[in-house]
């Protein structure tokens, strides 16, 4: 359920590589059960936003707050505690080739968790069976489609109850049919599980499809430069670059 208590807050924040600036002065707010999404062309930084969204980039300058909690301002072993409330499905889903699926999703439960082995079995069958995946536990990555590898990355993202789930292009190189399972499947866990979820993506069925918040990065103008309901900013936005963003193949809604 979507809330008016702010989740994540990101404050002034400035992303760079060296003198190379990104993004200046970044301001907006994740609420709790939004489906966030950052979108824009590229090279705007979406994906290095990200990587600061989930500890693995210091920012240049500003701060990133999770609640009322400052991350970069904290001590490593908070740091690394917010850590584990997060879920990350990277692009490529990220799947170890050597093991099964169900030894994948047991990768962080036998890291994070005193769970034996007969009960990390079990809850690796539920996440799969929550994708749709039940009684593919024995199969390998190479075994299954691109789309079953994406909804196996998700199960595994989701393998300790995170409150918040990061998904890095997440229905990138699917054809539309999977990309389309793949939102609902995504709204689904929004809603049973009430999870936080952050999208970077620029794909339009599923920005419309599943986001009910958004930022709109600039390269050029290194800030945002929309934010809100996508499909408001549709109807409403008269900023040509992201109206030409929107409207790409003349999609409606």
Not at 102 to 114: F, H, K, M, S
């Amino acid at each position: 359920m979507i809330s008016s208590d702010p989740h994540i807050i990101v404050k002034d924040l400035t992303m760079a590589y060296g003198d190379f600036v990104l993004q200046r002065d970044m301001n907006f707010v994740v609420n709790r059960g939004d489906i966030f999404i950052v979108m824009g062309g590229s090279g705007c930084g979406k994906t290095t936003l990200m990587r600061h969204l989930v500890g693995l980039k210091e920012p240049a300058r500003g701060q990133v707050f999770f609640g009322k909690v400052s991350f970069w301002e904290s001590e490593k072993e908070e740091r690394e505690r917010i850590m584990r409330q997060f879920g990350i499905l990277y692009q490529s889903g990220a799947l170890w080739s050597s093991m099964t699926l169900a030894e994948n999703i047991a990768l962080p439960l036998r890291e994070y968790t005193d769970l034996n082995e007969a009960e990390i079995r079990e809850i690796a069958s539920l996440k799969l069976s929550l994708v749709g995946l039940k009684g593919f536990e024995d199969f390998y990555p190479s075994e299954i489609s691109g789309g079953m590898r994406k909804r196996a990355g998700l199960a595994r993202a989701m393998a300790l109850d995170p409150e918040i789930l990061f998904f890095d292009e997440l229905s990138a190189g699917l054809d539309p049919i999977s990309a389309r399972l793949l939102d609902d499947l995504v709204l689904e866990i929004r809603d049973s599980l009430g999870a936080t979820i952050v999208v970077i993506t620029h794909e339009l069925p599923s920005i419309f499809a599943i986001g009910n918040n958004s930022i709109y990065l600039d390269a050029e103008a290194k800030a945002i430069i929309a934010r809100g309901n996508p499909k408001q900013l549709l109807k409403e936005s008269q900023n040509p670059i992201v109206r030409a963003f929107l409207t790409r193949g003349a999609q409606t809604v």
